[in-house]
């Protein structure tokens, strides 16, 4: 069984947790501050957090950079979406005419809030979408069968629902979505998705599995995830595991952006 947590008791937790919501060094805080992009709030969390959505750029091109899908457990990726947010408003000459960029710190605020991988309500941010692959009953990140870890049914938290209605209506070109501690990356294996996967797997460096049996990095299978959600509605994904659970890897993931900025095409 899932564990549900209180909104009292979240609230609580969350007011002793706020540092986990703001980078670790002053010099990071400093550049995050100087950061100020138009800010879409999507809709809020079931504590009442806000999900929010930042916007580089005037193109028609759209790419969603989505870190902090499971909370507070990988907070260097909620790190990095902020940096690469930093980093491309200070040079947007690096992002290609007709291209805009959308960055998501914090893909589930509740958990950052609280230290935690799931929603308030137990279920995981990412075995809860509606691809046909979907099971209420699934595997955490330690291959442990949890029953509803996916959720009664796809889409029944309010905070996948959010993110799925905002993708259907905006139709990025491209999502990244980031996690930690894997040290991999999957992505499509033909045309354009195979091209984005395998330019930013040789400059991030993160091995790309192969096709065919055997090659899975998991020792599980994901059921309900995003990016199996993603490409069954016709939107191109990158899921990229960081290496480990407190390093952003901001050098690596920068190159990794660049590489597919270079070959995205202009609508």
């Known amino acids: 069984m899932v564990q549900q947590l209180s909104r009292r008791t979240f609230l609580q937790s969350a007011a002793a947790a706020t540092a986990l919501l703001t980078p670790g060094t002053h010099r990071v805080r400093a550049a995050f501050a100087q950061t100020e ?16 959505v930042y916007h580089l750029g005037q193109g028609s091109t759209r790419v969603l950079v989505l870190g902090g899908q499971h909370g507070g457990p990988e907070a260097n990726t909620t790190y990095l979406v902020r940096q690469l947010m930093a980093h491309f408003s200070d040079a947007p000459d690096e992002v290609p005419a007709g291209v805009g960029l ?7 605020p509740d958990g950052a809030a609280i ?9 995981d941010p990412n075995r809860n979408w509606g691809g046909t692959d979907w ?18 049914e796809p889409f029944s938290e309010q905070e996948t629902r959010t993110q799925g209605i905002w993708l259907l209506e905006q139709r990025p070109a491209l999502v990244i979505n980031l996690h930690s ?44 995830s995003m990016n199996v959600w993603m490409r069954e509605i ?34």
Do not use: I, K, W
């Open 37 to 52: 992009l138009p800010e879409s709030v999507l809709g809020f969390s079931q504590g009442g957090l806000p999900m929010s």
């Open 135 to 152: 099971r209420s009953d699934a595997y955490d990140s330690n291959a442990v069968y949890r029953a509803g870890l996916g959720g009664p």
């Open 181 to 224: 501690a894997g040290g991999f990356m999957f992505g499509g294996r033909d045309g354009l998705a195979g091209e984005l996967a395998g330019a930013y797997s040789d400059a991030s460096g993160y091995p790309l599995p192969a096709a065919g049996r055997g090659t899975n990095p998991l020792p599980y299978r994901a059921t309900g």
């Open 234 to 267: 016709g939107v191109l994904g990158l899921f990229v595991e960081l290496t480990t659970p407190s390093d952003p890897e901001f050098r690596r993931n920068l190159a990794g952006m660049r590489a597919v900025l270079e070959r995205l095409p202009a609508a």
């Open 102 to 108: 959308d960055f998501m710190p914090v893909g589930n």
């Open 115 to 123: 230290g935690s991988r799931q929603y308030l309500s137990g279920v």
